[in-house]
């Protein structure tokens, strides 16, 4: 998290604010045909985690054979529609300094083939999670982030166009981080060894989950690029460069939840697939309650300081970015509670009405955000859209879930979302009280930045933990100690 924050600062730094906010809208424009991908990635993701909790390797070899050679299509079909349609849009409609047109085009293709590579790869870090190997991912994702940054300080000691250069040293980073994955994997997993899948029920059944996963799909695109786009349109790639500053940080923040929750989502498709559902409830119940806490433990020093911290970390801050990012932190929060629910749905295989409502529900994000921007509001105005959303969203993956597999609703409402919400009022009063006290200063950031972590803390444990988590938190620290 620390590298990426620092490498945005280098980047925003090296760049200079338009050039970042080119750099983002131009590869937010490959990002957009990331649905095909997404989609494809959900299916491989669930059907080789359901494969090796019923101990079938005879199919989990098929799985994933057959999901290599829908990947490499899928890839052909991405690159197909990026190198026209994209490309067309790219030229026609993006708000771009002619003189920087040259300098987008380099970063489109090269930001397409690196795309292409993320594509293929999708099988082998899927059984790699699949398998539970999180410490093979923590470790080969630290080297991905440490080449990233030592690409962007390369930027300062050359003279070539700056922009150009990032595009194409970030394409040879993804090569290389693909190759390490797919070396281990073919090494440590007999059934990643390449063999031709003749079996037409199989390729069915994983383009049928990932038709229906493909809408939904289509929603986050929608919601995250299509935004941005019309951010592009009616404000300019200014606005884009805060919008990115704010993604990076939702990116940075959220990766803990999100690799905390990628470390539980194969037991809760493996608790499914066994048809341990009570086990796969708790997964749920308490990966969605310890992901907001770790969230919101990081989020609210940065909601308190969100300026000075801004202004200390990117030193030139574009407009708006301040209040992208106090919302986009209030959306993250929603969404990481949602995330378990999402998997233990996912993990049914009846995902057609649960798609059609929730992504519905998504892509409605962006023609009401257009409404907004032609009657003249200001572009955060999009993001309070995005949160009323994303509680309506949650309320549905509930419903369905309860309809699934009899998730008890009144049991996450108490444990999850009454627990946590007043936690978090309460963890708000002390910080605010304090920084309406002091004048703003790096004696105040400090402070209140550990009082919020400390009082947080203390909060979420007493108010947010049952008796039974708090024991077990008691007895994994006496381990620690004895260690």
Same mark, same amino acid.
């Given at each position: 998290m620390l590298m990426t924050l620092y490498t945005s600062r280098v980047i925003l730094n090296t760049l200079g604010v338009e050039d970042y906010g080119i750099y983002n809208i131009v590869g937010g424009i490959v990002s957009m045909f990331a649905f095909f991908n997404s989609a494809m990635a959900?299916?491989?993701? +669930?059907?080789?985690?359901?494969?090796?909790?019923q101990n079938n390797t005879t199919n989990?070899?098929?799985?994933?054979?057959?999901?290599?050679?829908?990947?490499?299509?899928?890839?052909?079909?991405?690159?197909?529609?990026?190198e026209t349609v994209g490309l067309w849009f790219v030229k026609s409609y993006l708000v771009i300094p002619s003189d920087r047109m040259t300098a987008a085009l380099w970063v489109y293709h090269f930001s397409?083939?690196?795309?292409?590579?993320?594509?293929?790869?999708?099988p082998y870090n899927a059984i790699l999670i699949a398998h539970e190997r999180m410490k093979v991912f923590a470790y080969i994702s630290i080297l991905e982030v440490t080449f990233k940054l030592l690409i962007v300080l390369m930027l300062t000691w050359v003279s070539f166009d700056k922009l150009q250069l990032y595009g194409v040293l970030y394409f040879f980073v993804v090569l290389f981080i693909a190759l390490i994955y797919r070396i281990y994997v073919l090494r440590q997993y007999e059934e990643t060894k390449f063999e031709i899948v003749k079996d037409?029920?199989?390729?069915?059944?994983?383009?049928?989950?990932s038709g229906w996963s493909l809408f939904g799909n289509i929603a986050v695109v929608a919601k995250g690029q299509g935004v941005n786009v019309l951010l592009n349109i009616f404000f300019g790639p200014i606005v884009n460069a805060a919008q990115a500053i704010a993604t990076q940080i939702q990116g940075a923040l959220s990766s803990f939840s999100n690799n905390f929750q990628m470390a539980i989502n194969p037991q809760i498709i493996k608790s499914y697939a066994t048809g341990n559902t009570e086990y796969m409830t708790s997964l749920v119940v308490r990966g969605a309650k310890f992901s907001f806490s770790l969230l919101f433990l990081l989020s609210?020093?940065?909601?308190?300081?969100?300026?000075?911290?801004?202004?200390?970390?990117?030193?030139?801050v574009p407009r708006y970015t301040s209040i992208f990012t106090t919302l986009v932190l209030i959306v993250i929060l929603i969404d990481c509670v949602s995330g378990p629910l999402m998997t233990a749905v996912q993990a049914t295989g009846k995902i057609k009405s649960y798609q059609i409502v929730v992504g519905t529900l998504q892509i409605l994000i962006l023609p009401i955000?257009?409404?907004?921007?032609?009657?003249?509001?200001?572009?955060?105005?999009?993001?309070?859209?995005?949160?009323?959303?994303?509680?309506v969203a949650l309320t549905?993956?509930?419903?369905?879930?309860?309809?699934?597999?009899?998730?008890?609703?009144?049991?996450?409402?108490?444990d999850v979302l009454l627990r946590n919400l007043m936690a978090v009022f309460l963890s708000l009063t002390l910080p605010l009280i304090l920084k309406q006290l002091w004048d703003p200063s790096i004696f105040r950031l400090i402070t209140i930045s550990i009082i919020s972590i400390i009082w947080a803390s203390l909060m979420?444990?007493?108010?947010?933990?049952?008796?039974?988590? +708090?024991?077990y938190l008691h007895n994994l620290i006496n381990k620690i100690r004895k260690r």
């Open positions: 959900n299916a491989t993701q +669930r059907f080789l985690s359901f494969d090796i909790g989990l070899r098929k799985t994933f054979n057959a999901a290599q050679v829908i990947h490499f299509a899928v890839a052909l079909i991405i690159f197909a529609l990026a397409v083939l690196s795309f292409m590579i993320t594509v293929v790869q999708v037409s029920k199989l390729y069915h059944a994983l383009i049928s989950y609210l020093p940065i909601a308190m300081e969100v300026d000075q911290i801004l202004f200390l970390w990117l030193k030139t955000s257009y409404l907004f921007f032609i009657s003249g509001y200001a572009p955060q105005v999009t993001l309070f859209v995005t949160i009323i959303i994303s509680i549905f993956r509930l419903l369905f879930l309860q309809k699934l597999v009899g998730f008890p609703v009144g049991k996450f409402l108490r979420l444990y007493k108010i947010g933990l049952d008796r039974e988590e +708090r024991g």
